[in-house]
């Protein structure tokens, strides 16, 4: 039966130094700054054409451009359009958006 200890998970560099490496369960978690517009679109649950259609207009989220042709969206300015969206009844929403009151 193989024995259950932990796995030593160190190995020497080229100076005979020890190097730690991560374990699976030990990595840290970085967030991007920046999602791309098909993973913004996803986010906020709607077509990334929609998403372009409302960067167009002026109705979107606040986005950034990342070079001449690349456009990327924070997960803050996402949450924050998100949020100013947000409405309590239908009728604050027809209002809102231009429907009968």
Do not use: C
Not at 19 to 36: D, N, R, Y
Not at 55 to 83: C, H, K, M, N
Not at 89 to 94: D, G, K, L
């Amino acid at each position: 039966m193989p024995s259950m200890a932990p796995v030593q998970n160190d190995k020497s560099d080229l100076t005979g130094s020890v190097v730690h490496f991560p374990t699976p369960e030990h990595k840290e978690i970085i967030a991007p700054l920046v999602v791309s517009e098909a993973k913004a679109a996803a986010l906020v649950n709607l077509a990334p054409r929609t998403l372009q259609a409302k960067r167009l207009d002026g109705t979107g989220p606040a986005f950034v451009q990342l070079t001449g042709r690349r456009i990327g969206y924070s997960v803050e300015a996402l949450r924050a359009w998100v949020a100013a969206k947000s409405v309590m009844s239908t009728a604050e929403s027809s209002v809102r958006f231009g429907g009968a009151a």
